[in-house]
């Protein structure tokens, strides 16, 4: 993908070169429209001809999935036939796509502790694709939703961070509700238990983490409303500012 090229909204819009550009990786998706439709078995065949048989038929059957269950299915595939390599060799690859293969692959590494995979989705959760930054989350997620009080201790310190890429990842990963995937009831329940990292968040001067913590209070509001208006009401005292308002604005935007 270049900085002046727009990308298709519509799936019938794609061109037939940018389709097959982004399904055999000479291409970066431009939006979510061209990630969904571009060929990942095609893909796949691109980035790794030796794969075998069997790891192509997993590969096959994945593609007629949605695509949060096709980025998990291809990313396990992947792991289980070239290993920690096919990690590295995806990581760096130019297509989003095939990064976001690593992110999953990550996620399906077994008896890494929170840390250790905190570490190996780092570089991706600072990815400069969106897409990228968007399956760094998702793929980790169900392992750090199993473990809240490390999880939320180590993304605690990520919101220091000079990149608001990661700032955004330690809010969106454990976000109770979210977007593709499942829910946090623990964090459904006990939003308070997330204020090490929200609170750090609460005057960011990052629209895009704005947007993320708004969000995250969004969530927060459908189950436990009285608590994110108490909240809002706390982070809004004294002179409060344009960032902190704004992030209240867009949390309370459902309760008004």
């Known amino acids: 993908m270049t900085a002046t090229r727009k990308g298709a909204t519509r799936a ?14 000479n291409m970066q998706s431009a939006t979510l429209t ?9 893909l796949t065949r691109a980035v790794f001809p030796g794969l075998s048989a069997p790891t192509m038929k997993i590969v096959d059957a994945a593609c007629a999935l949605g695509v949060l269950k096709r ?11 070239v290993g920690e390599a096919g990690i590295v060799q995806c990581r760096s690859h130019g297509a989003d796509t095939v990064r976001g293969w690593a992110c999953f692959m990550v996620g399906a590494q077994p008896d890494l502790d929170v ?3 905190l570490a190996a989705i780092r570089p991706l959760a600072d990815d400069a ?46 976000r109770p509700r979210g977007v593709w995937c499942a829910h946090i009831a623990p964090l459904k329940q ?5 204020l090490p990292i929200l609170s750090p968040l609460r005057a960011d ?3 895009y983490v704005q947007d993320s913590v708004a969000n995250w209070l969004n969530d927060a ?26 992030i209240c604005n867009r949390a309370l935007r459902n309760l008004k």
């Open 12 to 25: 019938a819009d794609i061109p037939a070169d940018v389709l097959q550009a982004l399904s055999r990786g």
């Open 34 to 42: 061209e990630c969904l439709a571009l060929n990942q078995a095609t």
């Open 71 to 81: 980025m998990t299915r291809i990313g396990v595939a992947l792991l289980d036939e």
């Open 115 to 117: 840390a250790a995979r």
């Open 129 to 174: 694709h969106f897409g990228v930054r968007e399956w760094a989350w998702m793929a980790v997620r169900p392992h750090l939703a199993r473990e809240l009080e490390i999880t939320i201790d180590h993304l605690a310190a990520w919101t220091t961070s000079p990149s608001e890429r990661l700032r955004r990842f330690a809010c969106e990963a454990l």
């Open 190 to 194: 006990q939003p308070e238990r997330v």
């Open 205 to 207: 001067p990052s629209g």
């Open 221 to 246: 509001a459908k189950d436990q409303p009285a608590w994110v208006r108490e909240l809002c009401r706390q982070w809004q005292q004294g002179e409060p500012s344009a960032a902190t308002r704004r």
